[in-house]
């Protein structure tokens, strides 16, 4: 009995030994299987992540060169080179990411404020902003199929895979803050007028547009033998009736200029002043005793400033004087002695919208240095006592340039204002030649700022409304931070768009001198503008600081874009050649539309 149980066991031992086989062997099977789909179902997750990373990146380097041409290429063929370029720099293992043209899609895409979502529309020509990318692992691509390394097991020798991704040029709130202060006429004022840059002071064009036409747009500013104003005149007031010598670097002297009549305090008139002087008197009907009194020696006669003012008004024909002398056909009232008063002085109107008089005029040429402060007067001290349609034109944008004072100043080319204008022109046909659908606003500042257009898809106005503004507009000082702050005022208003991205557009000189209390404040001024560009940038709002004009402060705009992760664009040379790069730079930032993937 004993055997046979011993038997039985030994059977039984070796009948679990081999179900164990077959177990085992069943197992491995399916050990390895599973193993096969481990291993190529990962493949598949990697390539398909490489694959959508690959798209993402060719979507949205491909969607930011449909922005603008480049060389005359057009912007699709840019953004497919674009798209195909990126693709390649993704590794599929060993090898770059090859893209068919065909992969690459055009077309148009629409905000849905019920979704939040962009919706795509394929769109083959006209003005795209939007692109859908195809990257593929496929049979018949370029790449071909993703290779089963285990899956050949169950028959699956390769695998399609494929990732799509859609970029949009996104839509801009762009608000435009231009510098309106006193500064932006420098380069048209007469204390540039020797300048060694190959630039030109273009005080004659100034003359020349103020009985128009206004400039050309673009204005192109250089020599006065050259602009557009080259044989064109200005208004002529009393015996300032000719410009004089032109006004180039290197060559011109005020003491020879015919232009310019030497009239000093307390000195008799001489030279060629003297001899024009009198022809003039005597065509306006001064007699000989007349004519003695308004040019001989004079110190005693001009006793009192009125009396001098008095006699340059007359001698330059900007005020009449009945003198009382025998045989005076000027009119009646005078006492017959030598003296200007002003009892017997009338003063010719300012000329037509100007608030200002020809005593003022005839007060700033002979001021001294301490009252021009660093102008063109007192820097180029041969023209004190010089009066012309030279000096008269400086007085104008330089001491009477508000449209208070003088409303037609903003019809001249005034540099470099002129040229931000037309800038700013240049941003507008820009994006309205992209058929982007940006809004603009326009902001301006002085001493304080002034909303001026709101936000709007009508792009034109921007433009317009700036054309009809001039340097020192209301005000004279420079206050940036008031500038900035109400661009981010406009740009958080009713009429900014959630999905659009808010830019700023600074252009200035970036010499602020004015605080936050409104003070004049040279380092006050600096730090309001840092603090507002700070609060744009807690706003996620970007500037864009365009620097120009001579003595340019490029830290602070610096600084000032580089807060908001901007850039500082700078202007420089001559006005023709910053002219030229203000254009440059306003068609860039017109075309620079930030990109977001939307599927």
Same mark, same amino acid.
């Given at each position: 009995m004993k055997a046979f149980l011993g038997s039985r066991r030994v059977q039984l031992r070796h009948s679990r030994r081999g179900a164990v086989v077959v177990q085992v062997a069943v197992m491995s099977t399916l050990i390895m299987g599973m193993g096969a789909l481990t291993i190529d179902i990962g493949a598949m997750y990697v390539t398909q992540a490489e694959l959508q990373a690959a798209a993402d990146s060719a979507a949205l380097a491909a969607a930011a060169r449909l922005g603008g041409s480049d060389g005359g290429v057009s912007p699709q063929d840019l953004a497919r080179e674009s798209a195909m370029e990126f693709a390649e720099r993704h590794r599929l293992g060993r090898y770059g990411l090859q893209m068919d043209p065909n992969d690459v899609e055009f077309g148009r895409a629409t905000f849905d404020a019920s979704s939040g979502r962009f919706d795509f529309t394929p769109q083959s020509s006209g003005n795209v902003d939007s692109i859908r990318v195809t990257a593929r692992r496929s049979t018949g691509s370029s790449n071909g199929a993703l290779p089963m390394t285990f899956a050949n097991i169950f028959g699956f020798s390769s695998k399609d895979l494929w990732a799509n991704a859609t970029a949009t040029l996104i839509p801009r709130d762009i608000s435009v803050v231009i510098d309106l202060s006193g500064s932006m006429t420098y380069d048209s004022e007469m204390m540039y007028w020797n300048r060694t840059d190959g630039g030109f002071a273009n005080t004659r064009d100034i003359w020349a547009a103020l009985n128009g036409p206004e400039p050309d747009r673009p204005y192109m500013p250089?020599?006065?033998?050259e602009t557009e104003y080259a044989s064109d005149t200005g208004p002529t007031y009393g015996n300032m009736t000719e410009w004089g010598t032109p006004l180039l670097?290197?060559?011109?002297?005020?003491?020879?200029?015919?232009?310019?009549?030497?009239?000093?305090?307390?000195?008799?008139i001489n030279g060629t002043t003297l001899t024009a002087l009198q022809t003039k008197l005597q065509t306006r009907g001064y007699n000989a005793a007349e004519q003695s009194a308004l040019v001989g020696n004079l110190n005693s006669n001009d006793n009192t400033t009125s009396n001098w003012q008095n006699r340059a008004g007359v001698l330059l024909g900007l005020a009449t004087w009945r003198s009382g002398k025998a045989g005076s056909t000027m009119g009646s009232g005078g006492d017959g002695d030598n003296l200007v008063e002003n009892a017997e002085v009338t003063w010719n109107a300012a000329p037509s919208g100007c608030t200002w008089n020809w005593r003022?005029?005839?007060?700033?040429v002979q001021a001294s240095a301490s009252d021009h402060n660093y102008r063109a007067i007192s820097s180029n001290t041969g023209f004190r006592y010089r009066y012309g349609l030279k000096t008269m034109t400086d007085f104008i944008i330089d001491d009477r340039p508000s449209n208070s004072q003088s409303n037609m100043l903003w019809a001249t080319?005034?540099?470099?204002?002129?040229?931000?204008?037309?800038?700013?022109?240049?941003?507008?046909?820009?994006?309205?030649?992209?058929?982007?659908?940006?809004?603009?606003?326009?902001?301006?500042?002085?001493?304080?700022?002034?909303?001026?257009?709101?936000l709007s898809e009508t792009l034109q106005q921007v433009p317009t409304r700036l054309y009809q503004r001039q340097a020192a507009h209301f005000n004279g000082t420079t206050n940036i931070g008031a500038g900035i702050t109400r661009a981010i005022n406009e740009l958080k208003s009713a009429r900014a768009r959630p999905v659009a991205k808010k830019v700023i557009v600074l252009m200035s000189d970036g010499v602020p001198n004015v605080n936050e209390g409104g003070a004049y404040d040279v380092a006050g001024g600096r730090a309001y503008a840092i603090a507002a560009a700070e609060a744009a940038a807690d706003e996620g709002m970007v500037i864009y600081a365009v620097s120009v004009g001579y003595g340019a402060d490029r830290p602070l705009m610096q600084e000032i874009?580089? $807060?908001? %992760? !901007?850039q500082e664009f700078f202007a420089s040379g001559s006005p023709e050649e910053y002219t030229e790069q203000l254009e440059?730079?306003?068609? $860039?930032? %017109? !075309?620079?539309?930030p990109v977001a993937l939307i599927e």
């Open positions: 250089g020599s006065e033998l670097p290197g060559s011109y002297s005020a003491t020879s200029d015919p232009g310019l009549f030497y009239i000093k305090k307390g000195s008799s003022n005029y005839v007060d700033w080319p005034q540099q470099p204002l002129r040229a931000v204008k037309d800038a700013v022109q240049t941003l507008a046909d820009t994006i309205d030649a992209l058929d982007s659908p940006d809004q603009l606003s326009l902001e301006t500042f002085g001493t304080t700022s002034v909303h001026e257009i709101n874009a580089s $807060a908001t %992760g !901007g440059q730079i306003f068609r $860039a930032l %017109g !075309g620079r539309r």
